[in-house]
């Protein structure tokens, strides 16, 4: 089975209006379309392809804000939620951001998740350490997260990991809020993302579950951030600061 991988930041209860999310929304696809060229066009999901490809839109901040404070967007207490993806009528070529923020109920509401290609040339771009680092950055600066990375589908049903608490991946993201990251071992590279947190590259090449080094460097890394403190779950530490 083809190993796939998809990039998601995560934040608890955080109340904000139509016109806070319409910006932060905004800033983050402006920020991921420098990030490769599938990210250029976008466009509302439909029932039908036809459909979907009349649907194309500026991800400009009025459009947002017209999205969120739309019926079908809008979900009263519970925030709002939008997707869209890239136009990319070829099977596993393009790409689809689903959106779910302003929410301040529930330990994890919140969330922006892109789901990343496997076909063509593409994914041959897009799957490399230094793009998708740049992909999770857009998602922090925009969204101001708790937690995120960028996961291998693979990986995570063959550990089955706790969904209130953050997941392992190619790439992870830990805020500063939740303390700071220990020594870890080669080849893995952490940086910082400005003054928000740490983002974590595991490995240069594409992770992938078929090498054991590198299921057995994942798990070895996750012990050493739980040993830390920082992969408590959202309830163990308090409220999200507004």
């Known amino acids: 089975m083809k190993e796939t991988f998809y990039a998601g930041v995560y934040w608890p209860g955080r109340s904000e209006s139509a016109e806070e999310c319409a910006r932060r929304a905004e800033h983050f696809i402006r920020l991921l379309s420098q990030c490769d060229p599938i990210y250029a066009r976008w466009f509302e999901q439909a029932n039908s392809l036809k459909k979907a490809l009349q649907l194309q839109f500026e991800p400009s901040y009025?459009?947002?804000?017209?999205?969120?404070?739309?019926?079908?967007?809008?979900?009263?207490?519970?925030?709002f939620y939008f997707s869209a993806w890239t136009g990319h009528a070829e099977y596993g070529h393009g790409s689809v951001v689903s959106l779910r923020c302003g929410s301040a109920f529930g330990p994890t509401p919140n969330s922006c998740l892109?789901?990343?290609?496997?076909?063509?040339?593409?994914?041959?771009?897009?799957?490399?350490?230094?793009?998708?680092?740049?992909?999770?950055?857009?998602?922090?600066?925009?969204?101001?997260?708790?937690?995120?990375?960028?996961?291998?589908?693979?990986?995570?049903?063959?550990?089955?990991?706790?969904?209130?608490?953050?997941?392992?991946?190619?790439?992870?993201?830990?805020?500063?809020?939740?303390?700071?990251?220990?020594p870890l071992p080669a080849p893995v590279r952490v940086e910082p993302v400005e003054d928000q947190g740490s983002l974590i590259v595991l490995t240069p090449e594409r992770f992938t579950v078929d090498n054991p080094g590198h299921v057995a460097l994942a798990d070895q890394v996750r012990a050493l951030l739980d040993q830390a403190g920082l992969l408590k779950g959202y309830s163990d530490y308090g409220p999200f600061p507004s």
């Open 62 to 79: 009025e459009t947002f804000l017209r999205f969120f404070k739309s019926r079908k967007y809008n979900e009263g207490k519970l925030g």
């Open 114 to 182: 892109v789901d990343l290609p496997y076909a063509g040339p593409e994914e041959q771009r897009v799957l490399t350490a230094s793009v998708l680092a740049e992909v999770l950055r857009a998602m922090v600066l925009a969204w101001e997260p708790d937690d995120g990375g960028v996961f291998s589908n693979s990986y995570q049903r063959l550990r089955d990991e706790p969904k209130n608490r953050p997941y392992t991946g190619w790439l992870m993201y830990l805020s500063r809020r939740r303390g700071e990251v220990p």
